[in-house]
């Protein structure tokens, strides 16, 4: 007799859809998962990623949350902008990002740099090497390379947070000061 989890796909007979979070059946005999409203996701066995078939998007689980693997500089920053508004109606405020360093490539042409508060000595020679990157006004810094944590090789960013509201909330008219 075999067991009935060698039938299943390796995240078990059901996990939630990354994309809407319902939790959705694995098809048995495949490596597939089906939602009624996203539809297939394909499993991969050896690297732990979930694709969905229709879009080719890839997720990695991290203590039973997926985290999207970004290819184009927009995916993060969108999903970056999601967390923000979300901190907002919890009534926080974000105070530094913290980006994996895997993507440092792929967002450097994105950030805008702002010279290092209170620098009044720089030149416009040495302006890049002294600049401060910054996303949504905030400054960005990469998680360190060095550091191969196994959590950085999933997660894409960590948000620095403080009570409150933003300083420059880019929806003023839903802010309640």
């Not at 969108?78 to 967390?83: P, S």
């Not at 990469?142 to 929806?171: C, K, M």
Request: net charge negative; aromatic share 12%; proline share 7%.
């Amino acid at each position: 007799m075999v067991e009935s989890s060698l039938h299943y796909p390796i995240f078990g007979a059901e996990i939630p859809c990354p994309h809407c979070r319902q939790m959705i059946p694995a098809l048995t005999l495949t490596d597939s998962y089906l939602c009624d409203r996203h539809g297939a996701f394909e499993a991969d066995p050896e690297t732990e990623i979930l694709v969905h078939l229709q879009s080719s998007r890839q997720w990695k689980r991290w203590e039973e949350k997926w985290y999207r693997q970004h290819t184009h500089p927009d995916g993060i920053r969108f999903e970056i902008h999601e967390a923000l508004d979300r901190l907002y109606t919890q009534g926080l405020r974000a105070t530094k990002i913290t980006i994996a360093q895997r993507y440092q490539t792929l967002m450097r042409r994105t950030l805008d740099f702002k010279s290092a508060p209170g620098r009044t000595d720089i030149t416009p020679t040495d302006y890049a090497a002294s600049s401060v990157p910054h996303l949504y006004g905030l400054p960005v810094v990469f998680h360190e390379a060095g550091d191969r944590q196994d959590r950085w090789q999933i997660v894409n960013f960590e948000l620095e947070t403080e009570p409150g509201s933003p300083r420059r909330y880019p929806y003023h008219y839903l802010s309640r000061d």
